[in-house]
């Protein structure tokens, strides 16, 4: 088992908050809450017997426009006490840091990030075997990727989802200390990489609803198959109450998924806005490094930008594209609706007219017979004949205006 020098736990964590209501996660606040008894600086320095820490919360605002921004960052960094900065600890050290910080939780994602020197209990120990061992303490969930920032190498995994984990192994104090200078440049660029995962997800949350509503097209389709059965619509076109309500029914799917690609777009935005902040920042990164007589290979990091970015932007694209042509068809089907509403009210205002014209006819046929048959002995027989007239008359009338009026 390695020795550990002076060991670090650092929490890089995000949280994303309305712009008027400024405040970090909830589990930051009980944090400092539970170790308000360890402060002793204000509301930045905690002291135990058993560590110490640097607690900072920062709005990640853009600095240049001075707006306020939705987004606070919390960086978050522990040690042993520097009255045990040289001596000789286990491995295990870290697992009473980490519980310390265990706690800690975020809306967009959170960076861990152990920092160290290390000595060989063995000279055939290899640093592999040390960083093994620190792993044993985490429950990685991908494969090991490498790094070497001055002079010191890292490694870098998945723990879960929006969680990371690195482990820089520095071979002296001085080495160390240049990590830790570099803290808040490792912020901004970590929130920069979480809030990119975060807008893709975010992405693909948004297209599994639309999925879960079938408005998304399967990946044999071309566009989503049509939600409107038209057969149906068209023998049931006399029921007009029924057409408004798959009117209504298809307009409100129509708002629903139209705002459903307008969030595609925003978290579009989103993620080309952060990878150009990436990439600021990822340059800033390199030409600090080139003011230090240490190698760094950030390849790493690069790599993030130019593949797994561009593939979340190019897949969020892919799927506004695909939505693109359901909308359109929805669109479509709703203008037909209207058309076959606007018509079943056509056929409901004409029958009413013919029934109207009928009555009218009828009655008046009715009334001039009674009148000219008016003083008769027969009273009785007199208004029967001049109803059954009125009635067969206005039955023919309705029927020959509806005949006109259907041919026309």
Same mark, same amino acid.
């Given at each position: 088992?390695?020795?550990?020098?002076?060991?670090?736990?650092?929490?890089?964590?995000?949280?994303?908050?309305?712009?008027?209501?400024?405040?970090?996660?909830?589990?930051?606040?009980?944090?400092?809450?539970?170790?308000?008894?360890?402060?002793?600086?204000?509301?930045?320095?905690?002291?135990?017997?058993?560590?110490?820490?640097?607690?900072?919360?920062?709005?990640?605002?853009?600095?240049?426009?001075?707006?306020?921004?939705?987004?606070?960052?919390?960086?978050?960094?522990?040690?042993?006490?520097?009255?045990?900065?040289?001596?000789?600890?286990?491995?295990?050290?870290?697992?009473?840091?980490?519980?310390?910080?265990?706690?800690?939780?975020?809306?967009?994602?959170?960076?861990?990030?152990?920092?160290?020197?290390?000595?060989?209990?063995?000279?055939?120990?290899?640093?592999?075997?040390?960083?093994?061992?620190?792993?044993?303490?985490?429950?990685?969930?991908?494969?090991?990727?490498?790094?070497?920032?001055?002079?010191?190498?890292?490694?870098?995994?998945?723990?879960?989802?929006?969680?990371?984990?690195?482990?820089?192994?520095?071979?002296?104090?001085?080495?160390?200390?240049?990590?830790?200078?570099?803290?808040?440049?490792?912020?901004?660029?970590?929130?920069?990489?979480?809030?990119?995962?975060?807008? +893709?997800?975010?992405?693909?949350?948004?297209? #599994?609803? /639309?999925?879960? *509503?079938?408005? $998304?097209? !399967?990946?044999? @389709?071309?566009?989503?198959?049509?939600?409107?059965?038209?057969?149906?619509?068209?023998?049931?076109?006399?029921?007009?109450?029924?057409?408004?309500?798959?009117?209504?029914?298809?307009?409100?799917?129509?708002?629903?998924?139209?705002?459903?690609?307008?969030?595609?777009?925003?978290?579009?935005?989103?993620?080309?806005?952060?990878?150009?902040? +990436?990439?600021?920042?990822?340059?800033?990164? #390199?030409? /600090?490094?080139? *003011?230090?007589? $240490?190698? !760094?290979?950030? @390849?790493?990091?690069?790599?993030?930008?130019?593949?797994?970015?561009?593939?979340?932007?190019?897949?969020?694209?892919?799927?506004?594209?695909?939505?693109?042509?359901?909308?359109?068809?929805?669109?479509?089907?709703?203008?037909?609706?209207?058309?076959?509403?606007?018509?079943?009210?056509?056929?409901?205002?004409?029958?009413?007219?013919?029934?109207?014209?009928?009555?009218?006819?009828?009655?008046?046929?009715?009334?001039?017979?009674?009148?000219?048959?008016?003083?008769?002995?027969?009273?009785?027989?007199?208004?029967?004949?001049?109803?059954?007239?009125?009635?067969?008359?206005?039955?023919?009338?309705?029927?020959?205006?509806?005949?006109?009026?259907?041919?026309?």
């Amino acid at each position: 088992m390695a020795t550990l020098i002076y060991p670090h736990l650092f929490c890089f964590s995000y949280h994303r908050h309305p712009v008027k209501q400024p405040q970090g996660h909830p589990t930051w606040q009980q944090w400092q809450a539970d170790h308000a008894a360890c402060q002793v600086s204000g509301r930045q320095e905690y002291k135990t017997q058993d560590w110490e820490a640097i607690y900072e919360e920062k709005n990640l605002a853009n600095t240049k426009n001075k707006n306020p921004g939705d987004t606070t960052g919390l960086l978050l960094y522990e040690s042993v006490p520097e009255s045990q900065k040289f001596q000789p600890l286990a491995v295990e050290v870290l697992r009473t840091l980490k519980e310390n910080l265990a706690s800690l939780e975020s809306s967009i994602g959170q960076t861990w990030l152990i920092l160290t020197q290390w000595q060989p209990e063995t000279p055939q120990e290899s640093e592999n075997e040390v960083l093994q061992s620190i792993l044993k303490l985490w429950s990685p969930t991908s494969k090991i990727e490498t790094g070497v920032l001055l002079g010191t190498s890292f490694y870098s995994t998945s723990l879960k989802e929006g969680e990371n984990l690195l482990v820089f192994l520095a071979q002296n104090e001085e080495k160390m200390s240049l990590i830790l200078d570099f803290r808040y440049e490792l912020q901004r660029l970590f929130y920069h990489e979480h809030k990119i995962h975060w807008s +893709y997800y975010q992405g693909q949350t948004i297209k #599994q609803d /639309l999925i879960n *509503d079938g408005f $998304f097209p !399967s990946p044999e @389709e071309i566009i989503p198959k049509t939600l409107i059965n038209f057969k149906e619509s068209q023998s049931i076109r006399g029921n007009f109450h029924e057409l408004r309500k798959i009117l209504y029914g298809n307009m409100e799917k129509l708002e629903r998924h139209t705002f459903s690609v307008e969030g595609l777009s925003i978290q579009l935005r989103t993620l080309k806005t952060n990878l150009k902040a +990436y990439h600021k920042r990822f340059n800033r990164i #390199q030409n /600090l490094c080139k *003011d230090y007589p $240490f190698l !760094s290979k950030l @390849e790493l990091w690069s790599d993030f930008a130019a593949k797994q970015a561009i593939f979340y932007q190019d897949q969020i694209e892919q799927d506004i594209e695909s939505l693109s042509p359901g909308l359109r068809v929805r669109d479509q089907q709703i203008r037909t609706l209207q058309v076959i509403v606007q018509a079943a009210e056509g056929e409901r205002d004409r029958a009413i007219e013919n029934t109207i014209a009928a009555a009218g006819i009828g009655i008046g046929t009715a009334s001039a017979a009674a009148g000219s048959w008016a003083g008769t002995t027969r009273p009785l027989h007199t208004f029967a004949l001049s109803t059954v007239i009125g009635v067969v008359l206005g039955v023919a009338v309705y029927l020959g205006l509806k005949a006109i009026r259907d041919r026309r």
